[in-house]
């Protein structure tokens, strides 16, 4: 058996540095599989419960044909579908999806609710998303970063925007976990939680990450070879006044690209996605109504510029994906790592 087999992946630390090393390149070799058209259907008859409270494009996207292409059957439950949250306990759903699926991913409000599937179910449960964690964002992001740069190891990977999301969390202890600095810029009321520093930190002194938070644009993007931002406003929250007042000077725009002061060649931008690059367009019209700007933590121009891997990444959430369902519960042989 792997080590992987049977194992939840609920956060970053639900793998030792080295298991992550690995599913980045797993994923990587996935993805080369799958381009070359070399079968790796490790999850031939499987089923898998895909559990969505929030919204989603590339998270369902990925689980529904990566599932597909391991050879298994995947089963959309969406918030209104099913009874968990309202009728039913985490418990009580858990063990009924357990007996009849072998694999649960969720994306929901709480961490709590996936690690109480994780816990009842007895199959392996992914987290696709909570209000704390993004792991199945960070094993594709450090995948892009490795693709784009042939290693990982002395990055500078900052972070810049709100400092206490589910995706900055997941950056912060993922990158520090293999070996990349990683710097959360932000506003000083947006600062990460203590909990979360700590944990980068305790990970940082084994791998030699630099781990800096700073409200310091300058001094916080200098020497970046990625540049990262997410929206000020996750999803199921509203305080959309506050925030777009305390992050309008964290935009990423050219001029924050230059400050960087890295050659152009060792310099890209990312954003896990959705952005909200031009907001003149449909779905952000409300927002530059209510508060006159037409972008908010990207502009448009560095969006679409030479820097910036969006789609590779979005892409690269399928291949890693991939890997973390083939090795928790794939018939494949995975050596100790
Ligand atoms: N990045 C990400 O999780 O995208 P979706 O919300 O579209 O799944
Ligand atoms: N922080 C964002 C990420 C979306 C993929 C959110 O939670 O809405």
């Avoid at 579908?81 to 929901?108: N, P």
């Avoid at 990982?152 to 990977?157: A, I, P």
């Avoid at 976990?177 to 932000?186: E, L, S």
């Amino acid at each position: 058996n792997s080590v992987f087999q049977g194992r939840s992946i609920l956060s970053e630390t639900s793998m030792t540095p080295a298991e992550m090393e690995y599913l980045i390149d797993f994923g990587l070799h996935l993805k080369f599989m799958q381009k070359h058209n070399i079968p790796h259907r490790y999850l031939e008859g499987k089923n898998i419960a895909l559990l969505f409270e929030k919204a989603s494009t590339r998270t369902r996207s990925s689980f529904v044909t990566a599932a597909v292409e391991l050879g298994a059957h995947p089963d959309y439950l969406g918030k209104d579908d099913i009874h968990l949250g309202k009728k039913e306990s985490v418990e009580d759903t858990a063990k009924i999806l357990g007996s009849m699926f072998d694999g649960i991913e969720f994306r929901g409000f709480k961490q709590e609710t996936v690690d109480g599937l994780a816990k009842y179910s007895g199959v392996p449960v992914w987290n696709g998303l909570t209000d704390e964690w993004h792991p199945t964002q960070t094993i594709p992001d450090l995948m892009t970063m490795k693709e784009n740069f042939g290693y990982l190891k002395g990055l500078t990977l900052t972070y810049i925007g709100d400092g206490r999301n589910n995706v900055a969390n997941s950056l912060l202890v993922g990158g520090s976990m293999v070996g990349v600095n990683v710097h959360i810029v932000t506003p000083k009321a947006l600062y990460p939680s203590e909990k979360h520093v700590s944990i980068a930190k305790e990970y940082a002194t084994k791998s030699g990450a630099q781990i800096m938070v700073t409200d310091n644009i300058d001094e916080g993007v200098k020497g970046s070879n990625a540049i990262y931002t997410d929206v000020w406003v996750s999803m199921g929250e509203s305080d959309w006044e506050e925030r777009v007042k305390l992050l309008k000077p964290y935009q990423v725009n050219m001029d924050l690209m230059r400050k960087t002061g890295t050659p152009d060649d060792q310099l890209i931008f990312m954003h896990c996605l959705p952005a909200f690059h031009d907001t003149k367009t449909s779905y952000g019209q409300d927002v530059y109504e209510k508060y006159g700007i037409s972008e908010m933590e990207v502009t448009d121009e560095v969006f679409r510029s030479k820097y910036s891997r969006v789609f590779e990444e979005g892409e690269n959430r399928k291949h890693g994906i991939k890997a973390i369902m083939a090795a928790t519960l794939g018939n494949l042989f995975i050596p100790s790592v």
